[in-house]
């Protein structure tokens, strides 16, 4: 076989022509692994909003449940000038669960946003089972009531005798409650 200038020159041509398709293909191919990749990529994105958008579509339900919390624990606050009976019905719980009442200090009340604090130290004794009953009668109050100190003594004349130092906080809505809200 005899190599001439046309054989020699289509020979040429047709490596070039695999050449250049080769290198067409591959250019293609990691185009084509570029774009997935971002396909990817935004799929994530995608995947990520779904997410971050899921709780949404009950937004305006949950607002719902929460005014109506607030609306719960706001009618646990009793009105400032209804705080001496409040005061009174601690008093009574504990007189009821045959402790003897030592000292009751009001403390001065405490602001906060929506409502106030009023602490509250009592000295009391008397049995430790009706101190135990004046505890869960005190949760039981429907007032929002909460045991901040408490210090238990034994007295060691009498089995089962005890004195106990407690700080309660009983909240309560503030007179201007209503005009914080609307600022």
């Known amino acids: 076989m005899k190599l001439g200038l046309r054989e020699l020159l289509f020979a040429t041509l047709m490596g070039g022509l ?51 919390a607030i609306t719960f624990f706001e009618s646990k606050l009793p009105q400032n000038h209804e705080m001496g009976k409040v005061l009174d019905e601690v008093s009574n719980v504990a007189s009821a669960n045959s402790l003897e009442t030592r000292s009751f200090k009001p ?31 005190l949760e039981k109050l429907p007032r929002i009531t909460r045991l901040m100190q408490m210090k238990l003594e034994k007295i060691n004349d009498h ?15 503030r007179e201007n409650a209503m005009v914080a809200i609307a600022q």
């Open 107 to 137: 403390l001065p009340a405490e602001p906060n946003a929506n409502y106030n604090e009023q602490r509250i130290e009592m000295t009391l004794s008397g049995d430790f089972n009706g101190f135990y009953s004046f505890l869960l009668q």
């Open 18 to 68: 695999i050449v250049a398709s080769v290198m067409y293909f591959k250019n293609q191919r990691s185009s084509l692994a570029l774009r997935q990749h971002d396909v990817e990529k935004k799929e994530r994105a995608m995947e990520d909003l779904r997410h971050a958008t899921a709780g949404i579509e009950n937004l305006d339900n949950k607002i719902v449940e929460l005014q109506k």
């Open 159 to 173: 089995d089962g005798a005890m004195t106990a130092k407690v700080t309660l906080s009983i909240f309560f809505e």
